[in-house]
């Protein structure tokens, strides 16, 4: 382990305080499960580590009204398995509870926060689809203010996000799916149940009573450098009757929109072809999902 200096600041005044002065030499540090493991790996060599658990106020739940819809406002120090239990989310956005169950194992989650995921950038991610299907935002706080960044656009390239030094992520804001909608999220495990997926799906679909699509978000994970959005496969949806047809034809547009990495898990082809799949299935159940009535 590389010589580094902790510090424990109890306010966010303190916490940019110490940002300023030890600007690239610092990191800041939630859980901790993707940071140590990246020092000891030599990834990354602060010589500041800047603890953000004590400062109060970020990791509150609260359900806020957000224009005319529900919405959630989490903190970003909120452990993952925190998000998983909140009875706020399972009611608000129970896709929310649903995606941050199939992280890791319960030990990461306890520790493992969901601003320190999202910074961590990992595509692999599970969060990432689901959050960007329900249209969340995050909350990037810094000395010189603070500015809001639509989840969809905070994942710049592999690892990478548009969170800019001396930013520390505060909260994120999660919208409840339209009223009459379905929404679900997909895992594709073949390994074993505490891995990364192979690819992922979040999809929110809603209709109309003749069973048209009125919109749809799909979001896949772990086949890019970043998790993407199937505008194309949306488009093909939006405003056309859900059949098994259009479905197919919707999808179909997936491998080219995908760009997966070999590992592993399988080859960039293999990977392609599973988020057809999963898209597919994703829509399927998705609609399977929508309350009756
Ligand atoms: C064994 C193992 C298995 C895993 N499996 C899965 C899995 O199946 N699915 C999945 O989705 N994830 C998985 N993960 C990843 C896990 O979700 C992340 O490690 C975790 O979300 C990171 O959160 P953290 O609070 O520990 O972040 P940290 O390690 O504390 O920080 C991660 C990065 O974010 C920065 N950071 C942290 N918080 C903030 C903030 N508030 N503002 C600005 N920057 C910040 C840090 O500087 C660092 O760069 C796994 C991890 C491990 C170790």
Redesign the pocket.
Known sequence: MIDFEFHTPSSLEEAFALLERHGDDA???????????QMKQRFAQPGHVIS?RGIPGLSSIEAVANGGTNAVRVG??CT?RQVETSPVIQETVPLVAETFRR??TPR?RN???I???L??G?PN???PPSLIALGASVELTSSAGQRVVPVEDLFIDYYETD?QPG???TSILIPAAPAGSGSVYLKFLPRTA???GTVSAAAVVSVDENNTCQDIRLVLGGVGMTPIRATEAEDLLRGRPLTEDNIRASVASVKDAVDPLEDFRGSPDYKREMAEVFARRAINQAVAAIPKG
């Not at 939630?30 to 140590?36: D, K, R, V």
């Open positions: 990191r800041v540090m939630a859980g901790g499960t993707a940071l140590i493991l953000l970003a120090l993952q992280v890791a990461i520790m493992g926060t601003g320190g995921g910074v961590h990992d991610q599970d969060p969170v930013e520390i992520m505490d891995d990364y």
